[in-house]
């Protein structure tokens, strides 16, 4: 979900790299689950998260979305994004201890909390969110251990192409005012990336930049 906002006021003013140490470490969220209740539905998901939320739990894409997404319009397209439920309006995956149930294969965006990605010029870098970590005294951890993930390079790389194709396809329905259109953007989007699953022993980032490929030549 793209944000417009005045990045002074919801950071310490400074962007981040891989390699660079950030006030993100709130020693495993130990007596906290803040981040995992009242997120609305801006913990949008993207393919990666589905394919591997989807292969960790063993379901398709449908049988997920009926217990622990939801689909909504974001930025004129439909993306699924996790769903918060019930009375305390928390993530499905959050257990009766307040800890992720999930934690292996949760997304992206939980991964990175409390830092954000802010794109700019076809990149992105990324910026500590001093507003919405409760957790007091956070030590320093370097970026990318901090994500904690195989492969960065291919992850970063799939993360930019992914929020640009998004965004060239959301300036083209804008530009288009065509409703048929839009309706058809978001069926192939989510038809592509999301349904038709992704194969568990073929390189994910190989498939979806083929799909990516197709992507870009349909609609541009
Ligand atoms: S997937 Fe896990 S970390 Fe992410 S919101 Fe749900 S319970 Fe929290
Ligand atoms: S608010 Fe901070 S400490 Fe609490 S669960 Fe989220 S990341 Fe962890």
Same mark, same amino acid.
């Given at each position: 979900m793209q944000r417009e906002v005045d990045l002074r006021e919801i950071s310490d003013g400074k962007l981040y790299g891989l390699n660079d140490m950030v =006030?993100?470490?709130?020693?495993?969220?130990? &007596?906290?689950?803040?981040?995992?209740? &009242?997120?609305?539905?801006? $913990?949008?998901?993207d393919p990666l998260d589905v394919h591997t939320?989807?292969?960790? %739990? &063993? =379901?398709?894409?449908?049988?997920f979305l009926s217990y622990a997404a939801? %689909?909504? *319009?974001?930025?004129?397209?439909?993306? @699924?994004? %996790? =769903?918060?439920? &019930?009375?305390?309006?928390?993530? *499905?995956? %959050?257990?009766?201890? #307040?800890?992720?149930? *999930?934690?292996? *294969?949760? /997304? #992206?965006?939980?991964?990175?909390? @409390?830092?954000?990605?802010?794109?700019?010029?076809?990149?992105?870098?990324?910026?500590?969110?001093?507003?919405?970590?409760k957790k007091e005294n956070r030590? !320093?951890? !370097?970026? =990318? !251990?901090? $994500?904690?993930? /195989?492969d960065l390079a291919k992850y970063e790389q799939f993360v930019g192409d992914w929020h640009y194709f998004l965004k060239d396809v959301q300036e083209l329905l804008e530009r288009a005012h065509d409703d048929s259109l839009t309706r058809s953007a978001s069926m192939y989007i989510l038809k592509n990336f999301y349904l038709r699953p992704f194969c568990t022993d073929m390189d994910f980032y190989e498939q979806f930049a083929q799909r990516l490929e197709k992507g870009r030549a349909y609609f541009f």
């Open positions: =006030k993100a470490d709130c020693q495993d969220c130990t &007596g906290c689950s803040d981040c995992c209740r &009242g997120m609305g539905t801006s $913990l949008v998901l939320l989807c292969t960790g %739990l &063993g =379901k398709t894409f449908e049988e939801e %689909l909504q *319009v974001c930025d004129g397209l439909i993306l @699924p994004n %996790l =769903k918060m439920a &019930g009375e305390e309006e928390a993530c *499905v995956f %959050l257990n009766a201890q #307040g800890r992720c149930s *999930v934690h292996a *294969v949760r /997304p #992206g965006f939980c991964r990175m909390f @409390p830092l954000g990605r802010y794109y700019d010029g076809r990149s992105f870098q990324y910026f500590l969110q001093i507003h919405e970590c030590s !320093k951890i !370097k970026v =990318k !251990k901090w $994500l904690d993930r /195989p």
